[in-house]
């Protein structure tokens, strides 16, 4: 009795890990300054939102003498995922260009000059991340990939 005691609480225990991760729709809950520290490889401080009240956004921001260095992810619905991917097909035309990211269930990178932004969607949830620093695209796409698989897990 003891035993299928114990072994009950352990899978409830268990089971509730997961739910600890989850954002709860605060974007800052998702990644820590260190994991988006790592990614960039410039120190960022602790993720903060615009504004108290609107938190399905965070920023993460590094200190540079010589140009601005943030991070930034956006949560959002997979709708609006969805719309989001019918505007890049246009902005394809205008000259950006979209490619496959192999993140979540669908997702891909919105490449516009030197900007990029990874676009994921996971079940019915979805966001956007974006790095904003004076590098190459393809170490921006490699930063916006490593952090987007951390959090799709919490999604």
Not at 26 to 32: E, G, N
Not at 131 to 137: E, G, L, M, N, S
Not at 146 to 155: C, D, H, M, Q, Y
């Amino acid at each position: 009795m003891r035993t299928n005691l114990l072994s009950g609480f352990g899978c409830a225990v268990f089971m509730a890990l997961p739910a600890l991760a989850k954002s709860d729709g605060d974007a800052c809950k998702l990644l820590t300054a260190a994991q988006v520290s790592a990614a960039a490889g410039f120190t960022v401080s602790e993720g903060t939102h615009v504004t108290p009240t609107f938190v399905k956004t965070c920023t993460w921001t590094g200190s540079n003498s010589s140009g601005a260095q943030f991070v930034t992810l956006n949560l959002q619905t997979a709708a609006f995922f969805d719309g989001a991917k019918k505007q890049a097909a246009m902005i394809t035309a205008a000259g950006g260009s979209v490619k496959p990211a192999g993140v979540g269930d669908d997702s891909y990178f919105l490449i516009e000059g030197t900007q990029v932004m990874l676009w994921v969607k996971k079940g019915d949830s979805a966001f956007k991340l974006a790095v904003y620093k004076q590098i190459a695209p393809g170490q921006k796409q490699d930063i916006e990939s490593t952090l987007a698989k951390e959090v799709v897990p919490r999604l």
